[in-house]
């Protein structure tokens, strides 16, 4: 009696594996897929935005195997030493070149978009950030977003210029009050002068001088999520069109 239970537990279990295994297999969510399914779809995304990208991986991965290759045959090395290392060091190389090619094509693809500052703000270091999107918007998707981490209080406005820098000036204002001497610094998303690109948001927030300790930061985040500013603020209803997720192919989240 107890063996025809263990085998009929046994095929449950068995059965279970085996729907779970066809469910990611048919599923669209990137959180199921293997590493190389990521792979293949971060590739098929990017080279649908740009071209170039797979004459790029592969020259990268020919030139590193043509390298290694001579250097192997010049230092009169075993093949096996040498020939794996090539492999290796092509696919590597395919891969950087990929990501760095991806996230070219993200902030393409999204650029001049409503919630476009999502893009970079989801390649921060997590360890040391956090951002909140949306904490400020008008009606015409003119919004602002919050950054804190080691630089302070960033405040980041997109939209158009003269509705966004109003709206960022009573952010800073509000922010100003509660943060208790915490630096805010405010930024306008754009192409225009005195602007930051989408490109070059995350190293221009990464590069601030540092100004506050861990423990600093998560005094902050505690005021302002006790002063609840995102339920103070007039935003529009429905949901707001942000490129979120769009990345998590890439890093396998």
Same mark, same amino acid.
């Given at each position: 009696?107890?063996?025809?239970?263990?085998?009929?537990?046994? *095929?449950?279990?068995?059965?279970?594996?085996?729907? $779970?295994?066809?469910?990611?297999?048919?599923?669209?969510?990137?959180?199921?897929?293997? *590493?190389?399914?990521?792979?293949?779809?971060?590739?098929? !995304?990017?080279?649908?935005?740009?071209?170039?990208?797979?004459?790029?991986?592969? @020259?990268?991965?020919?030139?590193?195997?043509?390298?290694?290759?001579?250097?192997?045959?010049?230092?009169?090395?075993?093949?096996?030493?040498?020939?794996?290392?090539?492999?290796?060091?092509?696919?590597? @190389?395919?891969?950087?070149?990929?990501?760095?090619?991806?996230?070219?094509?993200?902030?393409?693809?999204?650029?001049?978009?409503?919630?476009?500052?999502?893009?970079?703000?989801?390649?921060?270091?997590?360890?040391?950030?956090?951002?909140?999107?949306?904490?400020?918007?008008? !009606?015409?998707?003119?919004?602002?977003?919050?950054?804190?981490?080691?630089?302070?209080?960033?405040?980041?406005? $997109? @939209?158009?210029?003269? *509705?966004?820098?109003?709206?960022?000036?009573?952010?800073? !204002?509000?922010?100003?009050?509660?943060?208790?001497?915490?630096?805010?610094?405010?930024?306008?998303?754009?192409?225009?002068?005195?602007?930051?690109?989408?490109?070059?948001?995350?190293?221009?927030? $990464?590069?601030?001088?540092?100004?506050?300790?861990?423990?600093?930061?998560?005094?902050?985040?505690?005021?302002?999520?006790?002063?609840?500013?995102?339920?103070?603020?007039?935003?529009?209803?429905?949901?707001?069109?942000?490129?979120?997720?769009?990345? !998590?192919?890439?890093?396998?989240?």
């Amino acid at each position: 009696m107890a063996s025809e239970k263990a085998k009929e537990l046994a *095929r449950k279990q068995k059965e279970q594996i085996r729907a $779970e295994k066809l469910r990611k297999k048919n599923s669209n969510d990137p959180k199921d897929w293997g *590493r190389w399914r990521q792979f293949a779809e971060a590739y098929k !995304r990017t080279n649908e935005i740009d071209p170039s990208t797979r004459w790029w991986m592969i @020259g990268v991965a020919v030139g590193a195997i043509v390298v290694i290759t001579a250097i192997g045959l010049l230092a009169n090395l075993a093949w096996w030493a040498w020939v794996p290392l090539a492999l290796m060091s092509a696919v590597l @190389g395919a891969m950087l070149v990929l990501t760095r090619k991806a996230k070219t094509a993200m902030i393409t693809r999204y650029q001049g978009q409503p919630g476009s500052a999502e893009v970079a703000l989801q390649l921060l270091n997590k360890k040391k950030y956090t951002y909140d999107l949306g904490i400020a918007a008008t !009606r015409e998707l003119d919004l602002v977003h919050r950054v804190i981490g080691p630089g302070g209080i960033v405040l980041i406005g $997109e @939209g158009a210029a003269g *509705r966004t820098r109003k709206l960022l000036a009573e952010q800073e !204002r509000k922010h100003s009050q509660v943060s208790y001497g915490t630096t805010v610094t405010t930024l306008v998303l754009g192409e225009a002068a005195n602007q930051v690109k989408l490109g070059e948001l995350q190293k221009r927030i $990464e590069k601030m001088p540092k100004v506050m300790e861990p423990y600093q930061v998560t005094e902050v985040q505690s005021r302002l999520k006790a002063l609840n500013l995102r339920n103070q603020m007039p935003i529009p209803k429905g949901p707001m069109p942000t490129p979120k997720g769009i990345n !998590r192919a890439l890093r396998g989240r």
